[in-house]
Every structure is written in structure tokens, then in C-alpha cells.
């Protein structure tokens, strides 16, 4: 998350992985523009393109031709949403960072209202409590008994693990290490290593093009060996304190 050199630190940076979003691309950027303009913020928008097969890539170097806030980072092939967010954090240059869908099912208005509460949180993660307003009843089924057997399993009391409309202070995602899928966990994994998460109520809107990515098997069955993965995590993290350091400021030549 260090910038590189001869880049300059920005407001806020928002993280889109992409994958075959061609119909809610047009639509997306202009509603985050108006938004985000009306905050009064320098921002960026980071589309990831994970190896779309569609116009997607085309699409987002129409919008960065027409405004330069508008970043396309594309992946040589499709990764999966994790290695595109892992992506999107290291191109990113905010100083507050927001993840988001690229399916218009997350409202950007919801966005200030997620920055507001980075003033006492360092990272703070969505939940939709509408849920039945965006999704099919076997969607809501499977997100349910997927949180169920997460929180279970990683000892954690999570609302919304599968939601991934979130926003971070830069600070926190320094030296996050991201593996396939763990793009779930990334609240765990920050509580693990001290920061302070909170999980706010955003609102689900019905998806418009397309159809979702994830069903009941890889959102139960195929993230349980990633589960028992984080599990084994947090029960061999170290905790200690140093009591003392005689020469600790002495300097190395």
C-alpha cells in the first residue's frame, strides 16, 4: 500500500473489481461521480478488469479518455475477486480506501456515510439488511448458512461476511497479506491484527444485468478449507508484550 515513487497522495480511492460487467459500467461511473463530487474529495476510480471476456476493459478506457480519475488496471487473466482487490489496493492512492461491486448493487450513496465513520474506525464493512431486496430467496439462503458456518468456524460475530462494500483508513491494508478467497475475511484478518472494525448497515439494491458469480457451493463448501484456514490463524497468533528494551535506540551501522 506505499505509493510509488512520483505518485501523490489523493483523498479516496475506490477499489471496483470487474468481470463481465460491459451493461453496469456506463451506469456506475456517473453515479459514483456525482457523489463523490458533492464530498468536496480528490478521488479515483480503480476498475479492476480480472480477465473479462466483454467489452469491459473497452468500456473503462472510454471513461478514462472522457476523465483521468477513471483507472483501468487489467489482469492478464481472470485471478478471482481476491487477487483483483489485492490489485486494487496496490494501485490505489487514498488515503481512504473503499472496495465495492461493479453490478450496481451497491448503493455509492452509501459511500459518505462509510467514510464518516473512518473518523473513530480504522476500517468499517457493510451490511445489508435489505438483503431480500437485491437478491433470489436461494441467494439469501446461501449468504445465510454461509455467515452461520463462517462466524462458527472463525469464532466471530459477522453480519454480513459476504459483503464486500467496505472502507479503510490507507494505514490498515499495509502489509495485509491476501490469499484466493480471502477477500471474506479481510475484517477478520484486521481485527486479528489489531484495528478496530465496525459493521454498518448499507442498503442491497436488485442486481440489473447478469447474474451472480457465487452460488450455495462456493459460498458454503468450497470457502470451508479457508474457514479452517483462518481458524488456524488466529489460534497460533502471537501475543506478547516487551517489558523492557536497554538500548533499543541505539542505531545499527
Not at 478488469?49 to 478514462?64: N, T, V
Not at 488515503?95 to 467514510?115: C, E, K, W, Y
Not at 455467515?147 to 491494508?173: K, P
Request: positive net charge; proline residues 4%; contains cysteine.
Amino acid at each position: 500500500m506505499r505509493p510509488q515513487s512520483g505518485w501523490t497522495m489523493i483523498d479516496l480511492s475506490i477499489v471496483i473489481p470487474v468481470y463481465n460487467e460491459e451493461d453496469s459500467l456506463p451506469l456506475l461511473w456517473p453515479e459514483l461521480r456525482s457523489v463523490l463530487e458533492s464530498e468536496r474529495l480528490t478521488f479515483e476510480i480503480v476498475f479492476v478488469d480480472d480477465g473479462s471476456r466483454d467489452r469491459s476493459a473497452e468500456i473503462i478506457r472510454g471513461l478514462r479518455e472522457a476523465d483521468p480519475r477513471v483507472r483501468l488496471v487489467r489482469l492478464k487473466a481472470n485471478a478471482g475477486e481476491t487477487a483483483a482487490t489485492a490489485a486494487g489496493f496496490h494501485a490505489a492512492r487514498g488515503r481512504l480506501v473503499v472496495t465495492m461491486d461493479a453490478d450496481l448493487q451497491n448503493d455509492p450513496h452509501d459511500i459518505p456515510g462509510l467514510l464518516r465513520h473512518l473518523d473513530r474506525w480504522d476500517a468499517v464493512t457493510g451490511w445489508r439488511v435489505n438483503r431480500g431486496a437485491g437478491d433470489s430467496a436461494l441467494r439469501r439462503l446461501s449468504s445465510r448458512v454461509a455467515n452461520r458456518v463462517r462466524n462458527w468456524v472463525s469464532d466471530e460475530v459477522v453480519q454480513d461476511s459476504g459483503c464486500t462494500f467496505r472502507a479503510f483508513r490507507r494505514e490498515c491494508l499495509r502489509g495485509l497479506v491476501l490469499y484466493r478467497g480471502f477477500h471474506r475475511f479481510i475484517p477478520t484478518l484486521l481485527k486479528m491484527r489489531g484495528y478496530r472494525v465496525l459493521e454498518v448497515p448499507v442498503r442491497n439494491r436488485p442486481r440489473r444485468f447478469g447474474q451472480s458469480k457465487y452460488g450455495v457451493l462456493n459460498r458454503v463448501f468450497v470457502a470451508t478449507a479457508d474457514l479452517l484456514v483462518v481458524r488456524w490463524m488466529k489460534s497460533r497468533m502471537l501475543h506478547y508484550e516487551v517489558a523492557e528494551d536497554l538500548g533499543g535506540d541505539l542505531v545499527k551501522e
